[in-house]
């Protein structure tokens, strides 16, 4: 089996696997406790948040624990509700843990807009000023698309609007562990993680906070995680989430450098085909995500067909009350449905190899000749 699906989940690495055993057999005290259990739980926990902490560089007390990438999402946006200021800004791309979180602040009496991807799925400085009020009070804007792999300069826009009043958030769910991922640097008030895209175990995420913007927990109970996200914690995930931080921070550059090489020996092997396309190939993109479009070739029907070989990928269309609709992500770059409707995204991992690439290459070449 070929797994080229990474940017929906990534395999536990061993590694991460050995370092929560423990915390699933014999060391099962409660954090919370005051006794030894306890204690050694708690230190445990605390040396998750650090290693986490460091990959993104941020004081561990800024790190938030949560149960994944779509409740760090929610509770970024919960900034919103604390603030006095009504418009609410978010990126076009964005996953639907934004667009659909961010669509419930309407019931709320705000106006939320948003922000316009040019064709290779870029927000401008220019744009994002166009559309800021005086009344805007939040912003989201994704650091790597999950489906194109784009990567968007939220310094850039971050900087663009420092000190007009508004709360800042990037979900960088796809970003880290394969590029570097910089809280400050990219100037954010909240960014979100997710501990599965990075090898790490499904049910825990993380959102980073400057520990200034006031946030509203979304549940109520004892005072874990500073009150913001209360009960008991999900330990030996949160532990392999950490060790599979630390990982990430290691083999950053090794796992870059090896994606990279893959990426463009895929992309570069199906450069001959007919009518096709790869998404916005010329910006800054996730080394390992490449969203190819193959023009009159239905891209589930392409998925299945390389699922009856062992190869797994993803298709760009969602399915909603039976009917096919095209990926919100290219309609918003604009890509025709039709086109739309023949993306796959290919997303590789560190255990990918050259001679999977090839044989995904051969493959597709096949089906797409005997399609036409
Ligand atoms: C960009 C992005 N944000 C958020 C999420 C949600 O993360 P989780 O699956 O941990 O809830 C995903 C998952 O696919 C994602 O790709």
Request: charged share 15%; with cysteine.
């Amino acid at each position: 089996m070929i797994y080229f699906d990474h940017n929906a989940t990534t395999p536990l690495d061993p590694e991460v696997l050995d370092a929560m055993m423990p915390f699933l057999t014999s060391l099962y005290g409660n954090p919370s406790s005051l006794h030894r259990h306890g204690r050694v739980v708690n230190t445990a926990l605390e040396q998750a948040r650090f290693q986490l902490a460091s990959l993104v560089n941020v004081s561990p007390e800024q790190v938030v624990f949560t149960s994944g990438g779509t409740e760090a999402n929610n509770l970024a946006i919960s900034a919103a509700l604390k603030a006095d200021k009504r418009h609410v800004l978010f990126g076009a791309t964005e996953h639907p843990s934004v667009t659909e979180t961010v669509g419930d602040l309407s019931d709320h009496g705000f106006t939320t807009e948003a922000l316009a991807v040019d064709n290779n799925g870029l927000i401008s400085v220019d744009s994002l000023l166009n559309k800021l009020q005086p009344t805007s009070g939040f912003i989201s804007v994704m650091l790597a698309n999950n489906e194109s792999g784009v990567i968007q300069d939220v310094a850039a826009l971050s900087a663009a609007v420092k000190n007009k009043g508004l709360v800042f958030h990037t979900d960088a769910v796809q970003a880290a562990g394969k590029v570097t991922v910089d809280f400050n640097q990219l100037g954010v008030n909240l960014m979100s993680l997710s501990s599965h895209k990075i090898y790490g175990p499904k049910g825990v995420g993380a959102l980073i906070h400057d520990k200034a913007t006031p946030l509203s927990a979304m549940q109520r109970g004892g005072g874990q995680e500073a009150g913001l996200r209360p009960g008991t914690e999900n330990v030996a995930a949160i532990i392999g989430f950490g060790k599979a931080a630390e990982l990430a921070k290691l083999r950053l550059n090794e796992r870059a450098q090896h994606l990279a090489a893959l990426q463009s020996s895929l992309e570069q092997g199906l450069q001959d085909v007919a009518g096709l396309t790869v998404v916005a190939a010329e910006v800054d993109r996730l080394p390992n995500t490449s969203q190819i479009l193959l023009d009159g070739i239905d891209g589930e029907m392409l998925l299945m067909q390389l699922d009856q070989q062992s190869i797994a990928v993803s298709s760009g269309s969602a399915c909603s009350s039976n009917s096919k609709q095209p990926s919100a992500v290219l309609t918003a770059m604009a890509y025709p449905d039709k086109l739309a409707m023949s993306a796959i995204r290919v997303s590789l991992g560190q255990q990918n190899t050259l001679t999977e690439v090839n044989d995904f290459v051969a493959k597709v070449k096949l089906i797409a000749a005997q399609r036409r």
